[in-house]
């Protein structure tokens, strides 16, 4: 069974460039989470989406994030302008419904703002 | 919001020892609690997914249990080896986020020959 599927797997941008992030969950795999993980920390909520309806998304930083999952699969996490905060690793994750078993972790996407 | 603790944040121990990681949290009205590793510069991987009416499960050397109503989970190695060396997250669901896992900070495991 095909994993989360993450691209690209490192990107290094200036201050106030833009950059998206692109996943595919597990198929079948009805909810879909965005995470950032900052080094030396836990990964922190940024977005998340049961199909294509978003559940959560009280910690994204809407000024700057967005995020959509257009036709419930695929998802893509865009960030600009970039500050040098941003800087973290970027993880989706997939799970079969809210709730209801385990998270499934692809690679991560590493972010470096200069 | 839920909150997650880890401790020890780090522990290093010789190849053969039993150790025991800790992780509480607050709110003790949770589906799921899930043990992850993760490599570094990797994703993370699930250990152990204990569901709330389940008391513990096991996976090979690694034991994880669940106490809700003190809001504590350990996860237990046994035998340790060298390839055990990682960081340990224990992430709890929170009702608050549609149930998504909130993570604490790990454990950063070395295990020396």
């Known amino acids: 069974e095909a994993g989360v599927a993450q691209s690209p797997r490192y990107k290094i941008i200036e201050k106030r460039q833009s950059v998206a992030f692109w996943c595919n969950p597990i198929?079948?795999?009805?909810?879909l989470y965005w995470y950032q993980q900052i080094l030396g920390q836990g990964p922190k909520l940024l977005i998340q989406?049961?199909?294509?309806?978003?559940?959560?998304d009280s910690q994204l930083p809407k000024d700057r994030f967005s995020a959509e999952r257009l036709k419930g699969v695929d998802s893509t996490l865009k960030i600009q302008p970039a500050k040098l905060e941003d800087s973290a690793v970027y993880l989706c994750?997939?799970?079969?419904?809210?709730?209801?078993?385990?998270?499934?972790f692809g690679e991560g996407s590493r972010l470096t703002v200069l | 919001k839920q909150e997650v603790t880890q401790i020890p944040a780090a522990l290093s121990v010789p190849e053969g020892e039993n150790l025991v990681l800790n992780c509480s949290f607050t709110d003790s009205a949770i589906y799921n609690l899930q043990w992850f590793r993760q490599d570094p510069g990797k994703g993370l991987t699930s250990l152990l997914l204990?569901?709330?009416?389940?008391r513990e499960q096991t996976s090979g050397r690694l034991n994880a249990s669940l106490d809700k109503s003190s809001g504590r989970s350990t996860l237990y190695i046994a035998a340790s080896q060298p390839g055990d060396s990682a960081t340990y997250l224990c992430?709890?669901?929170?009702?608050?986020?549609?149930?998504?896992?909130?993570f604490g900070k790990g454990t950063s495991l070395l295990v020396t020959p």
């Open positions: 994750a997939s799970s079969f419904g809210q709730n209801t078993g385990e998270l499934f």
């Open positions: 204990i569901q709330s009416s389940q």
């Open positions: 992430a709890v669901d929170d009702s608050n986020s549609g149930y998504a896992l909130n």
């Open positions: 989406f049961q199909n294509n309806g978003v559940v959560d």
């Open positions: 198929s079948g795999h009805a909810t």
